[in-house]
């Protein structure tokens, strides 16, 4: 897996790509700040009459769910694929559809005789049971599965060309994921720069904000005209700066801004991780919110949920 410096590229997890060699096509649906998106990979090869043409597609999931479509021919394949999609892809599920296509301009077709004498046999059987069947039509009985075969291709040289497509395939949508996660990872550094000065910001509003609660109580006592006890008066202003101390909230929330940078640039598969970031982020924001005395904080707050759900929603398309 990788990060986002070269050794180790960030991945997303809608992992795409489309790609017919050799043109590549690409193909993105979604909403903004990291929408489900989606994307198609398929290779054709024409280096034998009978060729293959494969496709792959993914989109997000939590766990790797792969589906395979295999032509007869070809299902001999189905562990190597499974194995490599494994190797390849952590999350997603992932479609890989593979076809074989006869070059009209290849050898000549020729008839199975063997398979379609069964055919034929097992025909005539069940005509037995049916009262004044229709009689068999030949064009019919080549219609049937496995009836008409190209005279062609070695069936190992054609497990290597498919192998082949689905290795190249595979490697596009592996660099689709990269090219995804560094901009995905670009789109909440933005984010977090955003977050560290509504913190920061917030930090230096703090005294004023406790100054201006102090006084503007001192001025409610004050038109009442009573009595102040100066200690117990004291001691309600203590009460209320620890009630509204939101210093730690305002800490942990620039850990974890740290922690969310650190993971990013580590790169691997870090959509677990970040995802569990955002729910502590959002804890904080949370607890600061319900602390705020001032409209200014209660701003702030708000700011900073709104940043967090666009990064959670980021976070979820990456591996």
Request: charged share 30%; hydrophobic share 35%.
């Amino acid at each position: 897996m990788g990060g986002l410096g070269a050794e180790a590229p960030l991945r997303y997890n809608p992992a795409p790509c489309s790609r017919e060699a050799p043109t590549v096509h690409s193909s993105k649906r979604g909403t903004p700040h990291g929408a489900q998106h989606d994307r198609f990979c398929s290779c054709r090869a024409r280096r034998q009459p009978r060729h293959p043409d494969l496709g792959l597609r993914s989109v997000n999931h939590r766990y790797l769910e792969p589906h395979l479509r295999l032509p007869e021919a070809l299902r001999d394949l189905e562990g190597a694929v499974r194995e490599g999609l494994r190797q390849g892809v952590s999350r997603g599920k992932v479609e890989c559809t593979l076809r074989l296509n006869e070059d009209s301009n290849g050898k000549p077709l020729k008839v199975d005789r063997e398979r379609a004498a069964q055919l034929v046999a097992a025909a005539e059987e069940v005509a037995g049971l049916i009262k004044q069947p229709a009689p068999l039509n030949p064009l019919e009985v080549l219609s049937w599965p496995g009836v008409l075969v190209a005279d062609t291709s070695d069936p190992q040289a054609l497990n290597a060309e498919a192998m082949a497509l689905f290795d190249e395939a595979l490697a596009e949508l592996k660099a689709g994921r990269q090219r995804e996660g560094q901009e995905l990872a670009r789109l909440i550094n933005e984010r977090l720069d955003n977050m560290t000065s509504e913190v920061t910001t917030l930090r230096a509003l703090v005294p004023q904000m406790l100054a201006a609660q102090r006084q503007k109580i001192l001025d409610r006592f004050g038109d009442m005209q009573a009595e102040l006890d100066p200690q117990r008066l004291e001691q309600e202003m203590v009460l209320l700066a620890q009630k509204s101390d939101v210093a730690e909230e305002l800490d942990r929330l620039s850990t974890h801004v740290t922690e969310v940078r650190r993971v990013l640039k580590g790169g691997g598969a870090a959509g677990r991780r970040l995802d569990f970031l955002m729910q502590e982020l959002n804890r904080e924001a949370n607890t600061l919110g319900s602390k705020a005395f001032d409209p200014r904080s209660t701003q702030a707050a708000v700011n900073l949920k709104v940043l967090i759900e666009q990064m959670r929603e980021q976070v979820q398309n990456i591996e």
